[in-house]
């Protein structure tokens, strides 16, 4: 079945640690990739998205996702993440065999340490 | 300012009553989307619609309805709430010009008690 993985469910770091989560799908031909933010009591905001071109994009809040189309991963990456970094991350893909519909991963949850 | 909207954010409601979600978009989005998230879960597409009198769908059956009778307004009705309708419901729309992002509403927490 066509799906998004995340790797962790929880990661706890502390600041000014690197992070890297993982995200791996599924899908077969053209996708396009997002990773969201979800803050405490906040809505989901778009933290970068991946459509063409170059696969090492660079979001808001410094950070950076890279897609490998052999590997069918588009993970996340921060160099040194921040105690207001602390959040429910989702990574999400459109397909144009799925109509375009957003399907995400099942999240996972930052806490950064201070 | 463009933006997403979903009233009421958290909303108790006892068995047997019916409630509809609002939700809103200004910013002239023709696709929307009805999703289900339980706590530290994912999100699960339980609606959308591609524009106008157009809605289908999502891959999490859900007893809830949805009408679009304008391009802004996509309200979602539960027409006889139960304990396990608790839950977060969340609105997001998206252009159908192009490849875009999703935008999300607020949510609304719903308990059925």
């Known amino acids: 079945a066509q799906s998004v993985s995340q790797h962790n469910h929880h990661v706890i770091l502390s600041e000014a640690a690197s992070l890297e989560l993982g995200c791996n799908y599924s899908?077969?031909?053209?996708?396009?990739l997002f990773w969201y933010v979800q803050y405490p009591g906040q809505h989901l905001q778009l933290l970068l998205k991946?459509?063409?071109?170059?696969?090492l994009v660079k979001g808001i809040k410094g950070f950076e996702a890279e897609f490998i189309k052999s590997k069918f991963s588009f993970n996340l990456r921060k160099p040194s993440v921040q105690w207001s970094d602390t959040a429910e991350y989702f990574c999400a893909v459109t397909a144009d065999n799925y109509g375009q519909n957003f399907v995400f991963g099942p999240g996972t949850r930052l806490s950064v340490l201070p | 300012e463009a933006d997403i909207y979903q009233t009421p954010r958290y909303l108790v409601i006892g068995t047997g009553k019916k409630i509809t979600l609002e939700c809103s978009q200004t910013?002239?989005?023709?696709?929307m989307y009805w999703y289900q998230q339980d706590p530290g879960m994912e999100l699960h597409l339980i609606h959308y619609s591609y524009g106008v009198n157009s809605t289908e769908k999502g891959d999490l059956s859900s007893e809830s309805t949805v009408s679009r009778i304008r391009t802004e307004h996509f309200p979602l009705t539960l027409e006889s709430a139960r304990p396990s309708h608790t839950s977060q419901y969340l609105c997001a729309s998206t252009s159908t010009q192009g490849v875009t992002e999703a935008f999300f509403g607020q949510g609304t927490r719903l308990t059925v008690v």
């Open positions: 910013m002239g989005h023709d696709k």
């Open positions: 991946y459509f063409s071109g170059d696969p």
């Open positions: 899908y077969g031909g053209t996708v396009n």
